[in-house]
């Protein structure tokens, strides 16, 4: 009774300080333009100098850049900001779990990259040949995504002093991950060069985020391979969120 | 429960660096208790550790018999920290800043509304409600960070310096504040570097030097715990206290090139040596005074300020009439 009352207490606190950072550092101009222009800026790139992708793969691709970029980006931000200003501190010093910590940075992420993506999508998706999107589908897998790459995010940034110190080792995994996790093409033509390498592809959330959102988006949908999707990045959100917490942990030594 | 704060062989190293050494001392519920001690001295680092902000290398802190350890959301509940540099959200309004505060502690929204409205009104702050915390001077955000630390009703308030670069209607405002607390039953936690404010304020004051507590007592006891009388002594041109008359005194303190603080248990002597110190170099004493030890002057003989912390200390202290 008292566990499931902290863990109660906890949630509620996530949620507040998961409120506030999303008034004080997501709704603010310079976050938006960003979540929004990233993708679009990105889209046009590709309509005008890589018309060789075909336009599905190009929307659900950058769908899943846009929601893997705003869900993780702003904490490598908020942390080093809320660090040096000590306002981390009065989290720090509230009754809370460090893991209800965590969590709210999290949720706060992971909503500023859910509503950039949808917004993104919405507007693409009717300019994007056979696109056919699946809401029901759709929403589960891209909520999930967007709490794994939030999730992700706090790991990189839980423990950064200052912006450099989270941005550039984000910047070098997210990159990393683009590359490696078919965003753009299938996984089968991209990694054709040298196939056995293509399993490292399954250790990376990005891949069951892609596959999610382009089975939901313009099929075929294989229900057994999405609810895998969403497994695995349900497990790298909590896995992430653990790590985070424990990091988090060790700053306090 | 008679203590609000006991820390057990309490010791916190960074590297090399022991910047709190063995320390155990016990806070008694609803009393107002200083922590005394230089910049660096571990001030900071005690408050960090006892609030759970850093934890220690070893050692226990024990707040209202809960140990920080093993409790520390339950711990956590019973205290407010009001921070050396205020820790406020610059994009929020006062309102807002308060209404967070008190969603953090679970308290329902009715009572959070009704809680900070009779905050800002008791720290002068209702007018500016709505204002972003960003526009406020450093002793309103002061006032709001202490408002923020009693949100939620704690019985232990912590505070770093609370006074610390504040103007003196600031200062007077948040001492008054704090009197009033601590008349209401809260027990408070307080480092300062000001002597003065600790002697007006505390039951008991620590004296803390090189992370190491070395004197605890009511301000009271630590004056009269030094049977020495300090004499002041100026003279009309720089000059250096020769090593023989040096000997007899038990601390010399180097106020400035031609100014010096002695203590001594036998003052008639060393004034007569000094006049003959005077004599003998071709030199005038312009003043020379006689008095009882402050607890600033405790303060000085336990932690070994140096000459450039004596001055400073001067400049912040009352004029006081030669005996």
């Keep these: 009774m008292s566990y499931f009352k902290s863990a109660i207490d906890d949630f509620k606190g996530a949620i507040s300080i998961a409120s506030k950072d999303v008034r004080v550092y997501y709704l603010k101009p310079p976050a938006i333009f960003y979540g929004l222009m990233f993708p679009i800026s990105l889209y046009l790139a590709f309509q005008m100098g890589r018309p060789c992708i075909v336009p599905e793969y190009r929307l659900t691709g950058i769908v899943t850049i846009a929601c893997f970029f705003g869900a993780s980006t702003i ?30 940075k999290a949720l706060a992420g992971a909503i500023f990259g859910l509503l950039t993506s949808l917004l993104f999508a919405a507007v693409a998706s009717p300019l994007s040949g056979a696109i056919q999107v699946q809401p029901l589908l759709f929403i589960p897998g891209i909520v999930l995504s967007s709490i794994a ?24 995994i997210r990159l ?4 490696m996790s078919g965003v753009f093409l299938p996984l089968e033509e991209e990694y054709a060069f040298m196939p056995s390498l293509q399993g490292l592809a399954y250790a990376l959330p990005l891949t069951y985020s892609v596959d999610a959102v382009r089975q939901t988006s313009w099929g075929p949908i294989r229900i057994e391979s999405l609810v895998i999707d969403w497994i695995a990045l349900f497990l790298f959100a909590v896995a992430f969120l653990i790590m985070s917490a424990k990091l988090l942990r060790r700053t306090l030594k | 429960m008679d203590e609000a704060i006991e820390l057990v062989n309490l010791t916190k190293s960074y ?49 209202a018999g809960h140990d920080m350890a093993a409790e520390p959301v339950q711990v956590k509940r019973g205290f407010g920290l009001i921070p050396e540099m205020s820790n406020l959200y610059n994009d929020m309004s006062a309102w807002e800043n308060l209404i967070f505060s008190s969603k953090l502690y679970g308290i329902r929204k009715e009572e959070a509304s009704r809680r900070s409205l009779e905050l800002l009104e008791l720290f002068g702050l209702k007018d500016r409600l709505g204002d972003k915390v960003g ?40 001492r008054q504040i704090l009197r009033q607390l601590h008349t209401d039953g809260v027990t408070i936690f307080m480092t300062t570097h000001y002597i003065e404010e600790a002697d007006q304020l505390c039951n008991r004051v620590a004296i803390i030097n090189q992370g190491k507590i070395v004197a605890l007592d009511t301000p009271e006891k630590l004056r009269s715990s030094t049977p020495e009388v300090v004499i002041d002594v100026a003279f009309d041109s720089p000059t250096q206290i020769p090593a023989d008359l040096e000997k007899s005194c038990s601390k010399l303190v180097k106020l400035r090139e031609e100014r010096f603080r002695l203590f001594t248990t036998d003052p008639d002597t060393l004034i007569k040596l ?12 312009m003043a020379i005074s006689t008095m009882k030890p402050t607890l600033e002057d405790v303060f000085v003989k336990y932690t070994g300020m140096d000459a450039l912390a004596a001055e400073r200390m001067e400049q912040l202290r009352p004029k006081r009439g030669a005996s």
């Excluded at chain 2, 000094?274 to 004493?285: D, E, H, K, Q, V």
């Design chain 1, 176 to 179: 990393i991950m683009i590359f």
């Design chain 2, 274 to 285: 000094l006049r003959s110190f005077a004599g003998s170099t071709g030199r005038n004493i």
């Design chain 2, 15 to 63: 590297g090399k660096l022991v910047a709190v050494n063995d320390v155990s001392m016990q806070v008694h519920n609803g009393e107002f208790f200083g922590l005394l001690g230089t910049n660096g001295a571990g001030k900071t680092t005690i408050v960090r550790l006892i609030t759970g902000l850093t934890k220690p290398s070893s050692g226990k802190v024990l707040v």
């Design chain 2, 135 to 174: 526009q406020f001077s450093k002793g309103m955000k002061r006032r709001l960070a202490i408002a923020m630390a009693l949100i939620h009703r704690p019985g232990i308030l912590f505070l770093d310096e609370p006074t610390g670069g504040l103007d003196v209607q600031s200062s007077r405002l948040i």
């Design chain 1, 75 to 104: 904490e490598a931000v908020v942390f080093p900001l809320e660090r040096t200003a000590g306002t981390f501190d009065r989290l720090i010093i509230a009754p809370v779990s460090l893991r209800a910590i965590v969590l709210g």
């Design chain 1, 149 to 172: 790459f939030s999730a992700l995010g706090t790991v990189i940034s839980v423990s950064a002093t200052d912006i450099t110190q989270a941005m550039m080792p984000l910047n070098l």
